[in-house]
T-cell receptor, first 114, second 115 residues
Framework: GNSVTQMEGPVTLSEEAFLTINCTYTATGYPSLFWYVQYPGEGLQLLLKATKADDKGSNKGFEATYRKETTSFHLEKGSVQVSDSAVYFCALTPNSGGYQKVTFGTGTKLQVIP | GAGVSQSPSNKVTEKGKDVELRCDPISGHTALYWYRQSLGQGLEFLIYFQGNSAPDKSGLPSDRFSAERTGGSVSTLTIQRTQQEDSAVYLC?????????????FGPGTRLTVL
């Protein structure tokens, strides 16, 4: 079956530090890959996505590149802010017709301190 | 436009009681999902509805849990004879099958506390 593995948190960084949250996946074929973010007290929202190999998703200064050869979709940001403190979830959905069940990672909590 | 809404936002109940949680998906979204998020944990898939197809119930943790989706829109998740371990935030999401790369839109969740 499909699976997503994320680095365990929490990750604590100082403001303006560089962020990497690792994500690797197992899936048949060519899934679409996503990063969702959950700010404190809120529901999840899509941060970025990539739908084919070598695609780069980007939003709000965050980036992730779909690496088929390493089955990875690591999230990066060059300079984090306190407002980036949240839980980040890596996810995939199979591109297999009408069935669109999403598989989520366990989430990585990021805490940015001033 | 309106997003996914869930009600109630908070529910406190006594052990052994039944509870119903409601989800109103985005209009026109054919897929609807329920997840459970326990304190400090990731997302646990519960059930998935897609149009008129039979739902994928493979994530329901026990037969005390059931869900229905009426008219392809509103969904209700029912937990019978609640237990303390059922305490969690229950999240609903909806999506549309536009291409094969659908984004899930999440509601704010219902925080369930079983005393």
């Amino acid at each position: 079956g499909n699976s997503v593995t994320q680095m365990e948190g929490p990750v604590t960084l100082s403001e303006e530090a560089f962020l990497t949250i690792n994500c690797t996946y197992t899936a048949t074929g060519y899934p679409s890959l996503f990063w969702y973010v959950q700010y404190p007290g809120e529901g999840l929202q899509l941060l970025l996505k990539a739908t084919k190999a070598d695609d780069k998703g980007s939003n709000k200064g965050f980036e992730a590149t779909y690496r088929k050869e390493t089955t990875s979709f690591h999230l990066e940001k060059g300079s984090v802010q306190v407002s980036d403190s949240a839980v980040y979830f890596c996810a995939l959905t199979p591109n297999s017709g009408g069935y669109q069940k999403v598989t989520f990672g366990t989430g990585t909590k990021l805490q940015v301190i001033p | 436009g309106a997003g996914v809404s869930q009600s109630p936002s908070n529910k406190v109940t006594e052990k052994g009681k039944d509870v119903e949680l409601r989800c109103d998906p985005i209009s026109g979204h054919t897929a609807l999902y329920w997840y459970r998020q326990s304190l400090g944990q990731g997302l646990e898939f519960l059930i998935y509805f897609q149009g008129n197809s039979a739902p994928d119930k493979s994530g329901l943790p026990s037969d005390r849990f059931s869900a229905e989706r009426t008219g392809g829109s509103v969904s209700t998740l029912t937990i019978q004879r609640t237990q303390q371990e059922d305490s969690a935030v229950y999240l609903c999401a909806s999506s549309t099958l536009a291409g094969a790369h659908n984004e899930q839109f999440f509601g704010p969740g219902t925080r369930l506390t079983v005393l």
